[in-house]
T-cell receptor, first 113, second 115 residues
């Protein structure tokens, strides 16, 4: 069974600081997704990482994937209040036969002015 | 494109009643997924379809839950009879199989409260 673990689950930080959210998964996968969810809203796709060493950046967010370590990171640079949300990583099993994403529990991020 | 459309947005019902949630995927997408989100269990995959055919329903909690996809533009998730522990947000999502990202697009969700 594929397990996806995120840490931390809760994070309160100040504007202007940097921080990293970690996502570990238990079995082989070469596709990892990051989503953002605002309170009471749906999930918005942020990044799709398709191969080992993949790095993608959008504004103050940067995501990376290490398939050998089964680890992805979401790095926040110089945080601003608008980035407050819950961030989920999700993994697709390799080898076909299972097309549904398995999600982590989410990291609830609060950025204080 | 209007995105994935779910209805209703909110549903309040009494225990024992039948509940039907509806989803219209993005046109051209060949995969449709039903997820449930709760505080305790997070996002759980209930069932998914490929080309209108149910592929994996191992996440469906019990026989009280059923899902159908009669055509490429419509799917339903039915709970009969409903119970308070079914209270959750139910998301429908769709994607298109291809060599690229196979990004999953989510609907706005249905907030279900069973009293």
């Amino acid at each position: 069974e594929l397990k996806v673990e995120q840490n931390p689950l809760f994070l309160s930080m100040q504007e202007g600081k940097n921080y990293t959210i970690y996502c570990n998964y238990s079995t082989t996968s070469d596709r990892l997704y990051w989503y953002r969810q605002d309170p009471g809203k749906s999930l918005e796709s942020l990044f799709v990482l398709l191969s080992n060493g993949a790095v993608k950046q959008e504004g103050r967010l940067m995501a990376s994937l290490d398939t050998k370590a089964r680890l992805s990171t979401l790095h926040i640079t110089a945080a601003v209040h608008d980035l407050s949300a819950t961030y989920f990583c999700a993994v697709l099993l390799s080898g076909g036969g299972a097309d549904g994403l398995t999600f982590g529990k989410g990291t609830h991020l609060i950025i204080q002015p | 494109d209007a995105g994935v459309i779910q209805s209703p947005r909110h549903e309040v019902t009494e225990m024992g009643q039948e509940v039907t949630l509806r989803c219209k995927p993005i046109s051209g997408h060949d995969y449709l997924f039903w997820y449930r989100q709760t505080m305790m269990r997070g996002l759980e995959l209930l069932i998914y379809f490929n080309n209108n055919v149910p592929i994996d329903d191992s996440g469906m909690p019990e026989d009280r839950f059923s899902a159908k996809m009669p055509n490429a533009s419509f799917s339903t998730l039915k709970i009969q009879p409903s119970e308070p522990r079914d209270s959750a947000v139910y998301f429908c999502a769709s994607s298109r199989r291809g060599r690229e990202s196979e990004k999953l697009f989510f609907g706005s969700g249905t907030q279900l409260s069973v009293l």
